[in-house]
C-alpha cells in the first residue's frame, strides 16, 4: 500500500475513553485523509487534511473526533469519550498533491478500533 | 454529496465464470478507480480511469469509464479463487474520493 503506516492496527477501548489513531503518510506526501469503514459497507470520507491545515471536515462528526496533520510528526485521529458505534476500521490515505488534480490515492492498512 | 451506487452487493460464482459490476452515480468525476480489498487489509488500487469512454485492460480484468464520466464497470473474464475480495469503486472530485459500498465478490473452486 505504497509505504502509508498506521498504528495501532487493532486498539480496544472502554466506552468514555479517548482514541488516537497515528497515521505517517507516503513519504514526501503533503495530504492526509481519513475514512471510517463499518463491516460490510464502503469507506466514508471524513476529513481531508494538509500540514497544519484542514482542508475539508465535511464528514467529520462535530463531536468528540478531531483531526490534525503537524508540520512535524504524524496525522492524528483523536475520538473522545468513545462509544459501541465508534466501532469501525479507520483508514488513512495520502497523496503528493491534492486529489482534484487527478492524483490516486494511497491507503494504509487501517486500524480497527473496538469500544467495550 | 456525490453518491456512488455499485451493483450488485454480493455476487457468489463459480470458478471460470465471468462477471460484470456496476458503479453508477449521477454526479460527473474528473476520474474514477477502482480498488480490491481483502479481509483486514486497506484498499489496494487497481486502476483509475480519466477520459469518457475509456478502456482500461488489466490481465483478465477490463474496466470501462462512462462516456459523461458518471459511471463504470469492471468485468472479469474467466474468474479465479484468488479473485475473491470486496471491489470498490471510488468517484474523485473537490479535493476527495466518494466510495460506493462495494461488491463482495466469492469465486467458489
Known amino acids: 500500500n505504497a509505504g502509508v503506516m498506521q498504528n495501532p492496527r487493532h486498539l480496544v477501548r472502554r466506552r468514555g475513553q479517548e482514541a488516537r489513531l497515528r497515521c505517517s503518510p507516503v513519504k514526501g506526501h503533503s495530504h492526509v485523509y481519513w475514512y471510517r469503514q463499518l463491516p460490510e459497507e464502503g469507506l466514508k470520507f471524513m476529513v481531508y487534511l494538509q500540514k497544519e491545515n484542514i482542508i475539508d471536515e465535511s464528514g467529520m462528526p462535530k463531536e468528540r473526533f478531531s483531526a490534525e496533520f503537524p508540520k512535524e510528526g504524524p496525522s492524528i485521529l483523536r475520538i473522545q469519550q468513545v462509544v459501541r458505534g465508534d466501532s469501525a476500521a479507520y483508514f488513512c490515505?495520502?497523496?503528493?498533491?491534492?486529489?482534484?488534480?487527478?492524483?490516486?490515492?494511497?491507503f494504509g492498512e487501517g486500524s480497527w478500533l473496538t469500544v467495550v | 454529496t456525490q453518491l456512488l451506487e455499485q451493483s450488485p452487493q454480493f455476487l457468489s460464482i463459480q470458478e471460470g465464470e465471468n462477471l460484470t459490476v456496476y458503479c453508477n452515480s449521477s454526479s460527473v468525476f474528473s476520474s474514477l478507480q477502482w480498488y480490491r480489498q481483502e479481509p483486514g487489509e486497506g484498499p489496494v488500487l487497481l486502476v483509475t480511469v480519466v477520459t469518457g469512454g475509456e478502456v482500461k485492460k488489466l490481465k483478465r480484468l477490463t474496466f470501462q469509464f462512462g462516456d459523461a464520466r458518471k459511471d463504470s464497470s469492471l468485468h472479469i473474464t474467466a474468474a479465479q479463487p484468488g479473485d475473491t475480495g470486496l471491489y470498490l469503486c471510488a468517484g474523485s472530485g473537490a479535493g476527495k474520493s466518494t466510495f460506493g459500498d462495494g461488491t463482495t465478490l466469492t469465486v467458489k473452486p
Open positions: 490515505a495520502s497523496s503528493p498533491v491534492g486529489e482534484s488534480s487527478g492524483n490516486t490515492i494511497y
